[in-house]
């Protein structure tokens, strides 16, 4: 398995746990520090610092220290992958409904 296929596994499993996607929604407009998360989704700090570190390996979210405090944010290019690979599935969908469409043209005027 390469690397990115690694990565982007890691990342999909992170994005299955539902209090993982709802901490992304916390920190995505602006950093926040673990206590405010906590109380945002309601989870205790331990297991929002848990949720927290399992986005941060995935590349998903990223921290910064102010003090004494951690600031996580989303990181947008671990964001990225998972689009990037989803993305990959749109082609053959429109090409799908291309023809869908085509063929009830086709038979509207026929």
Do not use: C
Request: net charge neutral; aromatic share 4%; charged share 25%.
């Amino acid at each position: 398995m390469s690397a990115e296929a690694a990565d982007l596994d890691l990342a999909l499993r992170a994005l299955a746990d539902g209090n993982r996607r709802a901490i992304l929604r916390v920190i995505r407009s602006t950093p926040r520090p673990v206590g405010e998360v906590a109380d945002e989704v309601g989870l205790s700090q331990q297991a929002a610092s848990h949720h927290l570190r399992a986005l941060s390996r995935a590349g998903l979210a990223t921290s910064t220290r102010e003090q004494t405090r951690h600031l996580y944010m989303v990181n947008t290019d671990g964001l990225a992958a998972v689009r990037s690979y989803l993305d990959g599935f749109w082609p053959t969908k429109l090409a799908a409904l291309k023809a869908a469409v085509e063929a009830h043209e086709e038979k509207q005027d026929g």
